[in-house]
């Protein structure tokens, strides 16, 4: 069965870091991109970055484009977000999935960005 857990999510003032994780099972994961997700509290799931299969590109929502790196490690089945100059607007629960999306879909890790 597919699965994805996600880790690495807290409460940290603006301007701090945070770095994501995400451990998939279930399928092979080198054969698939994989995503990160945000959804902020009362907005839909949007997305945030993509990285290809070898993880040799990546992609970026504009909202978060130069303080984020996707990074992947195909012989742990891990996927990465290093998060810097968190925003108050970060803050939400963060989600990993492949592309296209499998289900059920993780629980999420929880980010909070406040002074």
């Known amino acids: 069965q597919v699965q994805f857990v996600e880790s690495g999510g807290g409460s940290v003032q603006p301007g701090e870091s945070l770095r994501l994780s995400c451990a998939a099972s279930g399928f092979t994961f080198s054969d698939f991109a994989m995503r990160w997700y945000l959804q902020a509290p009362g907005k839909e799931r949007e997305w945030l970055a993509t990285i290809t299969r070898p993880g040799t590109s990546s992609a970026y929502a504009d909202s978060v484009k130069g303080r984020v790196t996707i990074s992947r490690d195909n012989d742990k089945n891990m996927v990465y977000l290093q998060m810097d100059n968190l925003k108050p607007e970060d803050r939400g629960v963060y989600y990993c999935?492949?592309?296209?999306?499998?289900?059920?879909w993780g629980q999420g890790t929880q980010v909070t960005v406040s002074t």
């Open positions: 999935n492949r592309v296209p999306p499998g289900q059920p």
